[in-house]
Nanobody
Framework: QVQLVESGGGLVQPGGSLRLSCTAS????????MGWYRQCPGKQREWVAT???????DCADSLKGRFTISRDNHENTVYLQMNNLKPEDTAVYYC??????????????WGQGTQVTVSS
């Protein structure tokens, strides 16, 4: 079983920054893709950014230049640096990891979500 613990959310003023963290623990042979999604009030969950095991990154076009994803493979942790935050970035942010299984194949796991509120 894999557990994901997120942290770093909170209340920030417009133009401010936050860094989200998500650490995976448990019996993990290997972590492939790690990513972040968010769900804004009244909307469907949307993809934010992804980073592969080799460090290749991708980010939603609307967030490029403000959001940066990174990971620490030794710590099984993925980060989301969010700069110049806007009220429309208010959402619950979820981490997602794709883990290799000892029995073969892969499985996706989700964090519990962390609230980010951008407001003056």
């Amino acid at each position: 079983q894999v557990q994901l613990v997120e942290s770093g959310g909170g209340l920030v003023q417009p133009g401010g920054s936050l860094r989200l963290s998500c650490t995976a623990s448990g019996s993990i042979p290997i972590i492939y893709r790690m990513g972040w999604y968010r769900q804004c009030p009244g909307k469907q969950r949307e993809w934010v950014a992804t980073i592969t095991s080799t460090g290749s990154t991708d980010c939603a076009d609307s967030l490029k230049g403000r959001f940066t994803i990174s990971r620490d493979n030794h710590e099984n942790t993925v980060y989301l640096q969010m700069n110049n935050l806007k009220p429309e970035d208010t959402a619950v942010y979820y981490c997602n990891v794709n883990v290799g299984l000892w029995s073969g194949g892969t499985q996706d796991y989700w964090g519990q979500g962390t609230q980010v509120t951008v407001s003056s």
